[in-house]
């Protein structure tokens, strides 16, 4: 057994205010928060916190471990990929439940249950669907039962992934119903599909020809076609990966118009332009082939404000980094390189480079979008999110004063490429704590496999708070496409006129 914590002298930051506080953990659990000198613990091992902020650790909303994707199996299983994301300061993520040949997707959740026996932190899932029938919607309702609240819908990848609108406007009718959140992939698949063919009879088969195919109002229209069916199934909404101003700016009106809309972006949006792509070096530039693309500084610049001011709601990673010999498998066509960056590490660090060394944000909103929206949004709190008596102790330190250069040759991921090389940032993750354990004290890892916990998440949380209303409301005035549309309605409608 661990030894209690006694963390004195730091400043704790959660998503609603900064103090001057000390911190006791035992057992797992936050035990005591308190003005600093106030706590007593005789027996507890004392952390010197001064000069350092103590933090919720991170939630990565997004991540693809130990997956197949495009035929490759990605170098990070649930061991590498997770020790890595606690050296980066990330103490839970959601992983991608990618189906299975033949799509049993309660058979392919099994497969990935499997996988994560050998975590080494906390970990939930969102279960990716593509395709339906009776079968798809009773396993929806089973896995809601063992407490998965999330599903994920690709708009894009033609002939493989992509799923129709009839299916969309189905399935999120379905997550309406079992209290879910629907996830979607944003961009327009079949423009997508055309435009590649349309580049590689040209003759442009080079990673920028990636780049070309997917530009941004390909992303923002199919942002506002989610937005759209979400709308008409009066369900919350969740669009991952949002990299371009379009795509956020629909998010922010709909959000305006009162709907459920998350924005989540993520570390590559915020902290890198596409024009390392346009290198004439095919090793270089393969490294930055995701989907949605990477894209210009002006499309950064307005993503990272966004994330600050409050238009997106959080960040994550999409982690799905890939070795160089696998990206080498695009050199024939862009079309066969594996799609997906690295970021579980290094997400926390370039967030508070974008945010807090920029001047956009404060320590609290750093907290927000790095880990309290996420607890929120997939019901996981107050257990993850918030430093608080009771809450899990998944904490970390941060030096806002120490220096590091991020680099392939120090992270911990398995991939031999970081598409943040030779990044400078100031502010560093100094320690570690999760489950109430020092799991990295600044430069090693102490971790054990196995001790990750699988997190179930209940249906019907916030987001869904005031749903009810929206639809009597809509009821009561005959909103065409209300959910109950009802005949003697329509004759006293006509009536009236
Ligand atoms: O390029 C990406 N993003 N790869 C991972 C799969 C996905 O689309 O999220
Ligand atoms: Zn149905
Ligand atoms: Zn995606
Ligand atoms: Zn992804």
Not at 105 to 112: S, T
Not at 462 to 486: C, F
Request: charge should be negative; include cysteine; glycine fraction near 10%.
């Amino acid at each position: 057994e661990a030894s209690a914590l006694h963390l004195k002298g730091g400043v704790v930051v959660n998503a609603d205010q900064e103090t001057l506080a000390d911190l006791l953990i035992d057992n797992g659990k936050v035990l005591e928060v308190g003005p600093p000198g106030s706590l007593m613990a005789p027996d507890a091992e004392v952390i010197d916190a001064s000069g350092k902020y103590i933090m919720p650790g991170g939630i990565d909303t997004h991540t693809h471990l130990d997956s197949l994707f495009m035929g490759q199996n990605t170098p990070d299983d649930f061991f590498s990929g997770q020790a890595a994301a606690l050296a980066g300061g990330t103490t839970c993520h959601l992983d991608m439940v990618m189906p299975q040949k033949g799509g049993d997707i309660l058979g392919g959740y099994a497969r990935y249950r499997e996988a994560a026996k050998r975590s080494v932190m906390d970990y939930s899932f969102h279960i990716v669907i593509t395709h339906w029938n009776d079968q798809v919607e009773e396993a929806m309702g089973k896995l809601v039962e063992q407490g998965l609240q999330s599903f994920k819908f690709f708009m894009a990848y033609k002939g493989k992934l992509q799923v129709s609108d009839e299916l969309l406007a189905h399935a999120f009718r379905r997550c309406r119903q079992l209290g879910a959140i629907p996830l979607v992939h944003a961009e327009n698949g079949d423009a997508i599909d055309k435009e590649q063919q349309r580049l590689i009879k040209a003759g442009i088969t080079g990673p920028e020809g990636h780049q070309l195919s997917r530009p941004p109002i390909v992303e923002e229209e199919a942002t506002f076609r989610a937005v759209m069916f979400a709308n008409l199934a009066n369900v919350p909404l969740f669009v991952v990966h949002v990299m371009s101003r379009g795509a956020m700016e629909v998010i922010a009106k709909a959000r305006t118009a009162g709907q459920r809309v998350i924005g989540e972006t993520l570390a590559s949006a915020i902290g890198l332009n596409q024009s390392l792509i346009w290198s004439s070096d095919f090793t270089t530039a393969s490294k930055f082939v995701m989907s949605p693309p990477i894209r210009t500084e002006e499309h950064r610049l307005a993503v990272r404000a966004g994330l600050a001011g409050g238009a997106l709601q959080l960040v994550a990673t999409d982690h799905c980094g890939w070795t160089s010999a696998q990206k080498a498998l695009g050199r024939e066509s862009f079309l066969k390189m594996p799609n997906g960056v690295n970021g579980i590490e290094e997400r926390m660090h370039v967030a508070w480079q974008q945010l807090i060394n920029s001047g956009l944000a404060s320590p609290s909103r750093f907290v927000e979008v790095t880990s309290t929206a996420a607890a929120k949004v997939f019901n996981l709190y107050p257990q993850k999110g918030v430093i608080q008596a009771g809450a899990d102790a998944d904490v970390i330190l941060l030096d806002p004063n120490a220096e590091h250069t991020i680099s392939a040759s120090s992270h911990h991921s398995k991939g031999d490429i970081n598409i943040f090389e030779g990044n400078k940032i100031r502010g560093k993750v100094v320690m570690t704590i999760s489950q109430g354990k020092v799991v990295w004290d600044g430069s090693s890892l102490h971790v054990q496999r196995g001790a990750g916990r699988f997190l179930p998440r209940p249906a019907f949380g916030d987001l869904y708070k005031g749903l009810d209303e929206r639809d009597a409301i809509r009821s009561a005035e005959m909103y065409p496409y209300g959910p109950v549309p009802v005949k003697r309605d329509l004759a006293a409608l006509h009536a009236k006129q």
